[in-house]
C-alpha cells in the first residue's frame, strides 16, 4: 500500500518534470532566455529534492534539501572537467540535462532558491500515513 506522502511526492514530480522540461525546451514568451536558461535551476533541484524525499521517506527535508543543493553545486564545478567520458556522457539529452555542460557562478543563486523552494514544497506534503 502506497502512503499518502509518497503518492503526494509521485503526483508533484508528475507535474513538476513535464513543466520543467516544457520550460527548458519549448517555452516561448515573457522572459524566454531566463526561463530557458536559469529557471530550469531551481526546478532541477526541487525536482531532486521529491526524488530524494521518495526515495528516503524518513529523512527530514532540511536534510534533504541540503543534500541535494551540495550535490548540484558539486556537479555545477564538476562542468570546468572535460574528460572524454564526461564530454560522451555529457554529448546525450539526459547527460547534459543531469550533469550540464558548461559553468557558470549565475546558476548558484537559482540551486540555492531550488533548495529552499524543495524544503518548502517537502514540509507542504503531507505526512506518511497510509490510506
Known sequence: ????????????????APLALYGKRYYHGPAE?????????VAYVVFWCLVAALCR???K????????????????????????????????FLGRT???SSFDWSDFPYYFAGGVGGWAWLRVIPSSRRF
Do not use: Y
Request: charged content about 10%; some cysteine.
Open 98 to 100: 543531469v550533469l550540464g
Open 33 to 41: 532566455e531566463w526561463v530557458h536558461n536559469s529557471a530550469g535551476g
Open 61 to 92: 527535508p532540511a536534510l534533504i534539501a541540503a543534500g541535494v543543493l551540495a550535490a548540484t553545486c558539486a556537479l555545477e564545478f564538476l562542468q570546468l572537467w572535460h574528460p572524454p567520458l564526461l564530454e560522451w556522457v555529457r554529448s546525450f
Open 1 to 16: 500500500m502506497i502512503s499518502r506522502r509518497s503518492a503526494a511526492l509521485l503526483v508533484s514530480l508528475a507535474v513538476l
Open 57 to 59: 521517506p524518513r529523512w
